[in-house]
T-cell receptor, first 108, second 114 residues
């Protein structure tokens, strides 16, 4: 049973526009949600997190929104840059349970 | 900055071999994890450890074992490698406050079993 679901395997966005990556979860016991970014041949790097008691967390160009009633979270990247092209994983804790990832391509 | 070192970036082993993947951290953290990453399947937890000589099964422990004799080193063992264990293996540590700050991952070991 997949506890964390990322239903879009890939997403293409124009440079400068908004990227929205979505994630759904089934485990109501998660108390934190985290987003990771992964480039090929590298380990994932932590991007941003949100506590289950909050509905929004912002860090520079990255904002994560949490809708607990819908068991849904989303990562917004504004403005998108070519260097943002990577695979993005959503995860709930603990220990971290990851979704399958969404490959973001930002086109110049 | 915390450093997580995985001993090999690329490894090729034969079916049936016993394989050791090593992970070493430099900051005395208790929590260490092994994941594998496969296309279309994301990162899946194999084993984790919250202290020396302690281990817990993750979601896919079959065919694997682990060893944590010292705090800084967490080894993943493939008892008899099989082709379906060809994958990218990632070690991670949970630093203080990792619930909200996340794990630190190593660079990964890409294992090919032939």
């Amino acid at each position: 049973d997949q506890q964390v679901k990322q239903n879009s395997p890939s997403l293409s966005v124009q440079e400068g526009r908004i990227s929205i990556l979505n994630c759904d979860y089934t485990n109501s016991m998660f108390d934190y949600f985290l987003w990771y970014k992964k480039y090929p041949a590298e380990g994932p790097t932590f991007l941003i997190s949100i506590s289950s008691i909050k509905d929004k967390n912002e860090d520079g160009r990255f904002t994560v929104f949490l809708n607990k009633s819908a068991k849904h979270l989303s990562l917004h990247i504004v403005p998108s840059q070519p260097g943002d092209s990577a695979v993005y994983f959503c995860a709930g804790n603990t220990p971290l349970v990851f979704g399958k990832g969404t490959r973001l391509s930002v086109i110049a | 900055d915390v450093k997580v070192t995985q001993s090999s970036r690329y490894l090729v082993k034969r079916t049936g071999e016993k394989v050791f993947l090593e992970c070493v951290q430099d900051m005395d953290h208790e929590n260490m994890f092994w994941y594998r990453q496969d296309p279309g399947l994301g990162l899946r937890l194999i084993y984790f450890s919250y202290d020396v000589k302690m281990k817990e099964k993750g979601d896919i422990p079959e065919g694997y074992s682990v060893s944590r004799e010292k705090k800084e080193r967490f080894s993943l063992i493939l008892e008899s490698a099989s082709t379906n264990q060809t994958s990218m293996y990632l070690c991670a540590i949970g630093t203080t406050g990792y619930q909200n700050y996340g794990y630190t991952f190593g660079s990964g070991t890409r294992l090919t079993v032939v």
